[in-house]
């Protein structure tokens, strides 16, 4: 385990052969998130919408979903307009 110190600005330096595993380098954003007395940092990706793109692929697709949804309504409809 590494130990680093936090600034009176509370600044930490990330060791480099962590920064080098995880391609972290200068302007890379990171998440941070407390869990408990813990400090979560995540690499965040350089094009969020590209690497989000396509998880949904093995499962249903909501827009399938809200457009049939939307079918279903619109014959409805129709059937109380023409009786």
Do not use: W, Y
Request: net charge positive.
């Amino acid at each position: 385990m590494l130990v680093v110190t936090a600034s009176s600005r509370g600044q930490i330096v990330i060791p480099k052969d962590i920064r080098k595993r995880l391609n972290i380098v200068a302007g890379k954003k990171l998440a941070v998130k407390a869990e408990g007395d813990r400090v979560l940092l995540t690499p965040l990706p350089d094009d969020p919408v590209e690497a989000f793109c396509g998880i949904f692929k093995e499962k249903s697709s909501l827009t399938t979903a809200l457009t049939e949804h939307r079918q279903k309504d619109k014959k409805r409809e129709e059937k109380k307009i023409t009786g």
